[in-house]
């Protein structure tokens, strides 16, 4: 990693390439990855999606899955802005992740700063994280547990 990118730990609607890009037009995904002891859950309302969109909560033994990105400094001013980061909705923080190569990485992730509910998931939300966990080739079972978040 140079000076000049950071990495970024993405478990949410960001692991879609397509859906970061928008953001992140330079974003490259290096390497799967883990984050253990903690879980998913959707503890934000989005009115734009009308549902919960994801944080990890405290959860000995459970994991999320995810991809980290190698982002621009350049252009991670724009992921904030999507983030919310400016309005205290959620907060940047880097955390130790399991990559798939069995090393340690220092990567950023978001997470909601100050958790409420749980909602029910946001359709498009759960689409764009499924999308995402495919196109990275996330874990089978972790894949099938998104798939169960999908509204019935």
Not at 77 to 86: G, P, S, Y
Request: proline share 7%; glycine share 8%.
């Amino acid at each position: 990693m140079t000076d000049d990118t950071i990495l970024s730990f993405s478990y949410g609607s960001n692991m879609a390439v397509k859906y970061l890009r928008e953001s992140c037009p330079s974003a490259e995904p290096l390497i799967r990855a883990s984050l253990p002891n903690v879980r998913i859950e959707f503890r934000r309302y989005s009115t734009d999606l009308g549902g919960g969109i994801s944080t990890i909560m405290p959860a000995p033994g459970s994991r999320v899955e995810g991809v980290i990105y190698r982002i621009p400094k350049s252009e991670i001013e724009a992921l904030d802005l999507l983030e919310d980061v400016d309005k205290g909705l959620y907060v940047r923080e880097s955390y130790l992740v399991l990559g798939a190569d069995g090393a340690w990485h220092t990567a950023d992730l978001y997470r909601v700063a100050n958790p409420e509910g749980p909602f029910a998931p946001a359709a498009q939300y759960v689409e764009w994280m499924l999308e995402g966990a495919h196109e990275h080739q996330l874990p089978a079972d972790y894949i099938a547990g998104l798939e169960a978040l999908r509204p019935t």
